[in-house]
Nanobody, 122 residues
Framework: QVQLVESGGGLVQAGGSLRLSCAASGSIFRVNAMGWYRQAPGKQRELVAT???????NYADSLKGRFTISRDNAKNTVYLQMNSLKPEDTAVYYC????????????????WGQGTQVTVSS
């Protein structure tokens, strides 16, 4: 089994910052891409940012410049630094990871965390 545990969410005033963390553990041979997604009330889950094992990043266009994704491969951990937060950033933020669970298996498994609530007050 693969487990993803998010942390760092909370309540913050508009203009403030938060740093989210997500650590992958369990039956993992290799972690490929990792990413962050979010879901606000009444909306579908949307991509925030992704990062490959080599460090290449991809962001939702509307979030470029405010959010930064990074990772520590040795710890199988991905981070999301969120600056200049706005009320519209309020959502549950989910961590995702594509993992190879066993040596010799080429098919990856997509795993999700349980999410962490981010609330931005105006």
């Amino acid at each position: 089994q693969v487990q993803l545990v998010e942390s760092g969410g909370g309540l913050v005033q508009a203009g403030g910052s938060l740093r989210l963390s997500c650590a992958a553990s369990g039956s993992i041979f290799r972690v490929n891409a990792m990413g962050w997604y979010r879901q606000a009330p009444g909306k579908q889950r949307e991509l925030v940012a992704t990062i490959t094992s080599g460090g290449s990043t991809n962001y939702a266009d509307s979030l470029k410049g405010r959010f930064t994704i990074s990772r520590d491969n040795a710890k199988n951990t991905v981070y999301l630094q969120m600056n200049s937060l706005k009320p519209e950033d309020t959502a549950v933020y989910y961590c995702n990871a594509d993992v190879i669970r066993y040596y010799g298996i080429s098919t990856s498994t997509s795993s999700w965390g349980q999410g962490t609530q981010v609330t931005v007050s105006s």
